[in-house]
């Protein structure tokens, strides 16, 4: 994935009090591939930044946090989560979202521009910003619409959003409607050095549709989405970002066939990057009859090829990130029939584990390599001097025991919505605590 310009991190302020506050992680293994560690080592935090990595430290601390046994990784950045507010606070605010996410281990989220108002200005955008400075939990970085109202028409301002804090362009929920749209975007974009994130579909071909189109859709009697609604948008956007070399970045992959374009794409040299859901890697369609709306998201939950081959691409590293698509719906939402009930389910609270499941405990790749899907490249992606773990660098960690078994139950959660499939699932893996701007925003009971 291409390195971007350096900029300097302006996220959280920190109080007088929190530059005087020193915290001293013990004996964890400290995982940071891209700094070269692995190995038991004690952490030393001061005024929000790491201070010292070492072995077996006697220097006092104001807090100690004990990790033996568990690792001690950069904290988790997810690019793709709906915190709904503004308009949607029946289903998340923005404090109940960030909760969730430092529960999770995420020390910072990318909020998807589809609220009520859209963030298409940068006025919100510097709110949102504002909001989350205030609450001093997890780090917030707006990705803003690509069009006014998200409407498909006419470009925002690109370059006074990014100098309002966003950190990439998206019309989630919709595709960039036009490939001279497209076009513009990424060539903005490029100027500015930050991705155009697309979700991709052929409107044409997913209208009316409620889980994916095969042999489970014909059973239930409803309307399915096809393979060709994701993989035609994603053969339109990787060659306009080859016309253009703006960074093309493909929201959720779900299909087989995406997958081999976004492979192909990269062999080619386009600068084109992807991620992939934990909902995605883990269950198919069939989990529709099983957990009704809960189970229902767009792009939907595919068959077990495309499930293998998203798998397949996270252990060759075509798959770049993987991002949660948190989407909270209240429970009156979820309730209607399947026709109408919201896509999207919740993801933050469960996503390392789903990840430590089907990707880690399974053989598929090491646990490097999910600190790096984590952490390091979305980092990266989104052009922030986060995802390390190194001296003088922000003191944004997450520790997590890869081993503990736990249930998760969604109504205990922090996220101020219920729709998982994964509620009553028995995991191994989980997030200890949350430890953001040096300050432990989150420890589990």
Same mark, same amino acid.
């Given at each position: 994935m291409p390195r971007q310009p350096s900029v300097i991190l302006r996220q959280l302020k920190l109080t007088e009090a929190d530059l005087r506050t020193s915290l001293l992680i013990k004996g964890g293994r400290v995982l940071s591939p891209e700094d070269g560690f692995d190995e038991e080592m004690d952490v030393l935090v001061e005024g929000?930044?790491?201070?010292?990595?070492?072995?077996?430290?006697?220097?006092?601390?104001?807090?100690?946090?004990?990790?033996?046994?568990?690792?001690?990784?950069?904290?988790?950045?997810?690019?793709?989560?709906?915190?709904? !507010? @503004?308009?949607?606070?029946?289903?998340?605010?923005?404090?109940?979202g960030l909760q969730a996410a430092v529960a999770g281990g995420f020390t910072s989220v990318c909020t998807?521009?589809?609220?009520?108002?859209?963030?298409?200005? @940068?006025?919100?955008?510097?709110?949102?910003?504002?909001q989350a400075e205030s609450l001093g939990l997890a780090r917030v970085f707006p990705i803003a619409a690509v069009t006014l109202g998200s409407e498909g028409e006419t470009l925002v301002d690109f370059r006074a959003l990014v100098a309002a804090g966003a950190v990439g362009f998206s019309d989630d929920g919709k595709p960039v409607k036009t490939s001279a749209l497209m076009k513009e975007a990424l060539e903005r974009a490029r100027e500015l050095h930050v991705p155009v994130i697309d979700h991709c579909e052929v409107p044409e071909l997913s209208a009316g549709g409620v889980l994916n189109e095969g042999e489970c859709s014909k059973r239930l009697g409803l309307k399915g989405i096809p393979n060709g609604s994701e993989d035609r948008c994603i053969e339109r956007d990787v060659e306009i970002a080859e016309a253009t070399g703006g960074h093309l970045h493909i929201a959720h992959l779900s299909t087989a066939g995406a997958v081999a374009m976004v492979r192909g794409a990269k062999r080619r040299g386009i600068r084109v990057t992807c991620e992939v859901t934990p909902h995605h890697?883990?269950?198919?369609?069939?989990?529709?009859?099983?957990?009704?709306?809960?189970?229902?998201?767009?792009?939907?939950?595919?068959?077990?090829?495309?499930? !293998?081959?998203?798998?397949?691409?996270? !252990?060759?590293?075509?798959?770049?990130?993987?991002?949660?698509?948190?989407?909270p719906h209240a429970p009156e939402l979820k309730a209607k029939p399947m026709a109408q009930a919201p896509f999207g389910i919740t993801g933050l609270e469960t996503c390392l584990a789903l990840a430590l499941k089907q990707l880690v405990h399974s053989g598929r790749i090491s646990l490097g390599e999910l600190v790096l899907l984590l952490s390091s490249n979305p980092a990266r992606l989104i052009n922030q001097p986060l995802g390390r773990i190194r001296t003088g660098g922000a003191a944004d960690l997450t520790v997590f025991d890869p081993d503990l078994e736990w249930t998760y139950l969604?109504?205990?959660?922090?996220?101020?919505?219920?729709?998982?499939?994964?509620?009553?699932?028995?995991?191994?893996?989980?997030?200890?605590?949350?430890v953001v701007a040096g300050r432990i925003a989150y420890q589990r009971k």
């Open positions: 929000g930044e790491i201070r010292d990595i070492a072995p077996h430290m006697t220097a006092s601390a104001d807090q100690v946090l004990d990790a033996a046994g568990q690792v001690v990784s950069p904290g988790f950045v997810d690019i793709h989560v709906h915190l709904r !507010e @503004p308009g949607g606070e029946i289903s998340e605010t923005l404090e109940s998807m521009p589809n609220t009520r108002p859209v963030n298409d200005n @940068p006025e919100l955008t510097r709110h949102m910003i504002a890697f883990t269950l198919t369609d069939e989990a529709v009859a099983q957990y009704g709306t809960n189970a229902k998201m767009n792009p939907p939950l595919r068959s077990s090829g495309d499930v !293998e081959a998203a798998l397949a691409a996270i !252990e060759d590293g075509t798959v770049d990130v993987i991002a949660t698509d948190h989407a969604a109504q205990m959660g922090y996220s101020k919505s219920r729709n998982s499939p994964f509620d009553g699932w028995t995991f191994r893996g989980a997030v200890t605590a949350t």
